[in-house]
């Protein structure tokens, strides 16, 4: 069945440091996949999304670029921000498969002023 | 900010007790999502509603049921509540279908579950 696997956190930053989470998934057909965010004591809100392979999403310095050939959508930011800690949850939608939407496992994020 | 709201946002309860929670949304969305969160699992579907009184099982469905006789409200009752529905749960939203791949969800802010 679809899966998603994402890298375990935590993980600890200095602020303005490279972020990395990676993420790689397993589908069958065409799955979109996306970035949700959940910052402490609130809900997930969706961060960024690529619907095709080779689509880049982007926002808010984050992005993430699908690719079939390694079935990955790792994240990335190029300086991350005290804002930035949170946990971050990797996330496919197939239509194949059964219709919902897999969740990874999430990865905790801390960035130390 | 999409309009999700979940009540109460903190239950303690008794193994044995029914509960009973509760998500509204302001949206007028029709499709309407359970998710249970647990350390090392992500979120897991609980149950899902794709109009007023249409609804289905998702991935982790066993000792809940729910409910939806508005749009904008989505019920989800625990009969006989165990530890092991210890857990934060959040409701979702979303205008299309998953299986539109451009589906995207919008959460609530979650009910913290303590069952003893």
């Known amino acids: 069945g679809n899966s998603v696997t994402q890298m375990e956190g935590p993980v600890t930053l200095s602020e303005e440091a490279f972020l990395t989470i990676n993420c790689t998934y397993t589908?069958?057909?065409?799955?979109?996949l996306f970035w949700y965010v959940q910052y402490p004591g609130e809900g997930l809100q969706l961060l960024l999304k690529?619907?095709?392979?080779?689509d880049k999403g982007s926002n808010k310095g984050f992005e993430a670029t699908y690719r079939k050939e390694t079935t990955s959508f790792h994240l990335e930011k190029g300086s991350v921000q005290v804002s930035d800690s949170a946990v971050y949850f990797c996330?496919?939608?197939?239509?194949?498969?059964?219709?919902?939407?897999?969740f990874g496992a999430g990865t905790r994020l801390f960035v130390k002023a | 900010d999409a309009g999700i709201t979940q009540s109460p946002r903190h239950k303690v309860t008794e193994t044995g007790t029914p509960v009973t929670l509760r998500c509204h949304q302001t949206?007028?969305?029709?499709?309407m999502y359970w998710y249970r969160q647990d350390p090392g699992h992500g979120l897991r579907l609980i149950h899902y509603?794709?109009?007023?009184?249409?609804?289905d099982k998702g991935e982790v469905s066993d000792g809940y049921s729910v409910s939806r006789s508005k749009t904008e409200d989505f019920l989800l009752t625990l009969e006989s509540a165990t530890s092991s529905q210890t857990s934060v749960y959040f409701c979702?939203?979303?205008?299309?279908?998953?299986?539109?791949?451009?589906?995207?969800?919008?959460f609530g802010p979650g009910t913290r579950l303590t069952v003893l």
């Open positions: 979702a939203i979303s205008e299309s279908w998953v299986g539109d791949l451009r589906n995207e969800q919008f």
């Open positions: 589908a069958t057909g065409y799955p979109s």
């Open positions: 690529a619907t095709k392979a080779d």
């Open positions: 996330a496919l939608n197939s239509n194949t498969g059964g219709f919902k939407t897999i």
């Open positions: 949206e007028n969305h029709r499709y």
């Open positions: 509603s794709y109009g007023v009184k249409d609804t």
